[in-house]
């Protein structure tokens, strides 16, 4: 190959004043404000914000599920059409198929691509064994523990070679130690294959941890706050999560997070049942409130 003139990488994601309305009971809801963000090719960029401020909605749109209402949305510069198999996605729910076997799992995108048996069996091998789950490849996901299940479908989402994962709160449903084991484990599959992350979190620990750039979301309609590069050396290792660069990061995040949390609680308990406890508060207002 011509080291001289390598191909453009690949993974490029471009959301550009991303509009997503949503119908409910004859009400229009503003999901998405005006919402630009960038993942460059092979980044790692995590999204945080408050419940309900349009995360999820914003990663369903980059991944073909959800129609933007207005903006542009492009990967590699093409526009989005419905999901395909540049972008893996994972979610907090595990859904692998229970009557298929590990390996089967992993193979499925491949087969429905029509790679040969040989070529299929061969990457979900790579693969599992890049997750350590190798010795498990024969069993079935009903056998496994949730940490093993996720694993196994960051996996299936990265059979096909995709060029951007996408995943929303994917170790949501895990206790807190197998999320820490799960993070370094994605942080190392992701050091060896240099594909862009969307990840989407609530976890501010885990978003620094992981992360080359956070964007903070507003309460609803979400729109970007902020954009913290995070500046920390790779490999990550769970004891730079003790050091004062990653603290300060959190800390700074948590602040913003916290604004709008409270900003969030506020207009819902203003205009809710719970007026009256608003008369209530203090010189501390909200924050001394709920402490
Ligand atoms: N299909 C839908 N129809 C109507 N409203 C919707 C729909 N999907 C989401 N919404 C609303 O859009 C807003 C954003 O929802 P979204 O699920 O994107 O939030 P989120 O940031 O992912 O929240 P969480 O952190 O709780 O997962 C919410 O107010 C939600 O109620
Ligand atoms: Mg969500």
């Given at each position: 190959?011509?080291?001289?003139?390598?191909?453009?990488?690949?993974?490029?994601?471009?959301?550009?004043?991303?509009?997503?309305?949503?119908?409910a009971g004859g009400k229009q809801v503003q999901a998405v404000d005006d919402v630009s963000i960038r993942v460059e090719p092979g980044e790692f960029v995590s999204i945080i914000g408050p419940s309900g401020c349009g995360k999820s909605t914003l990663?369903?749109?980059?991944?073909?599920?959800?129609?933007?209402s207005g903006g542009t949305v492009l990967v590699d510069g093409q526009g989005i059409h419905g999901p395909g198999a540049d972008r893996g996605v994972v979610f907090q729910q595990y859904s692998l198929f229970p009557w298929m076997t590990v390996r089967r799992n992993v193979e499925f995108g491949l087969k429905m691509k029509g790679v040969p048996r040989a070529m299929r069996e061969s990457a979900a091998r790579t693969l599992l064994?890049?997750?350590?789950?190798l010795a498990f490849e024969?069993?079935?996901?009903?056998?496994?523990?949730?940490?093993?299940?996720?694993?196994?479908?960051?996996?299936?989402?990265?059979?096909?070679?995709?060029?951007?994962?996408?995943?929303?709160?994917?170790?949501?449903?895990?206790?807190?130690?197998?999320?820490?084991?799960?993070?370094?484990?994605?942080?190392?599959?992701?050091?060896?294959?240099?594909?862009?992350v969307l990840f989407i979190t609530h976890d501010i620990?885990?978003?620094?941890?992981?992360?080359?750039?956070?964007?903070?979301?507003?309460?609803?309609?979400?729109?970007?706050?902020?954009?913290?590069?995070?500046?920390?050396?790779?490999?990550?290792?769970?004891?730079?999560?003790a050091g004062p660069d990653f603290l300060g990061l959190v800390q700074q995040i948590k602040q913003l997070i916290r604004e709008e949390s409270l900003q969030a609680m506020g207009s819902e308990l203003a205009d809710g049942a719970l007026q009256g406890f608003l008369t209530e508060l203090g010189p501390g207002g909200v924050e001394a409130a709920i402490h």
């Open positions: 190959m011509d080291m001289s003139n390598p191909p453009p990488p690949k993974g490029l994601i471009r959301v550009e004043r991303l509009q997503v309305q949503f119908e990663l369903n749109v980059v991944a073909g599920f959800l129609p933007a064994s890049i997750a350590g789950l024969n069993h079935y996901p009903d056998q496994l523990s949730g940490g093993m299940k996720q694993r196994v479908g960051i996996v299936r989402a990265l059979a096909t070679s995709p060029q951007v994962l996408l995943m929303d709160e994917p170790f949501g449903a895990l206790d807190a130690q197998t999320r820490v084991v799960m993070q370094e484990i994605l942080t190392n599959m992701w050091q060896k294959l240099r594909i862009s620990d885990e978003a620094v941890f992981l992360s080359d750039r956070i964007y903070v979301m507003t309460a609803r309609p979400g729109r970007i706050k902020a954009e913290i590069p995070v500046n920390l050396p790779r490999p990550r290792t769970a004891a730079m999560t």
